[in-house]
């Protein structure tokens, strides 16, 4: 013990915690007090534009991976039991999992990317408003950006596997654009890809 400490100090003085001086009208919708000066909410600014493309492809590809492993893992769960060698339960677990990783991977980075070239011509289309040029046709920009994508995906192929490619991809945008209309439900409600 310190022989020059006093044994009557008790260390620092306790603050002053007076909170007087605290105008509970500035935190009012924090703490619901309710205010004097105005009763109207504040509300927060919106921007008109939307998402921007890097949000929207987000969105997308994380949306397409998951549809994409899931569906190739049920592929896969399929082909595992199937193409068993054994029926002892360990070999049928192994195949299964083999099976579901391989086909499940596949697929979801397979549309995972799919989806990152659609959002990004998707997002050039809106970028140059290709659909200022069109007239009273709607879906240009999701038609365009589905045309390029199958075509960009299948380049390496040839011209007409890449024609082909791109003409699956102006089909679905067209099935998905009659299917709204048809159904009377506005075009892009969803706001994944294409639909």
């Known amino acids: 013990m310190n ?13 002053n ?3 007087s001086n605290i105008r509970l009208t500035t935190v009012a919708p924090a703490l619901g007090v309710p205010s004097s000066q105005d ?12 998402r921007s493309v890097v949000s929207t492809m ?4 994380g949306m397409s991976y998951l549809l994409g492993i ?5 592929y896969g769960l399929r082909e595992g039991l199937i193409n068993t060698p054994s029926h002892r339960f360990r070999v049928k677990l192994n195949s299964v999992l083999n099976h579901c ?3 499940g991977s596949r697929a979801g980075n397979m549309v995972g990317v799919l989806s990152v070239i659609y959002s990004l011509y998707e997002g050039a289309a809106d970028h140059f408003e290709i659909d200022q040029y069109t007239g009273p046709v709607q879906p240009v920009g999701p038609a365009v950006a589905a045309f390029m994508t199958g075509a960009t995906f299948k380049c390496q192929a040839g011209p007409r596997v890449a024609a082909l490619a791109g003409s ?15 159904l009377g439900i506005p075009y892009g409600k969803l706001g994944w890809l294409f639909l």
């Not at 022989?3 to 603050?15: K, L, V």
């Not at 987000?58 to 590809?61: L, W």
């Not at 699956?168 to 048809?182: E, K």
Request: proline share 5%.
């Open 58 to 61: 987000f969105a997308n590809t």
């Open 3 to 15: 022989a020059d400490r006093d044994e009557s100090d008790a260390g620092r003085p306790i603050p």
């Open 39 to 50: 009763s109207q909410p504040d509300y927060l600014e919106y921007g008109t534009e939307g």
């Open 101 to 103: 990783g391989r086909h």
């Open 168 to 182: 699956i991809g102006l089909g679905a945008v067209g099935a998905s654009y009659i299917g709204y209309s048809m």
């Open 70 to 74: 899931s569906a190739g893992g049920m």
């Open 17 to 19: 915690f007076d909170a």
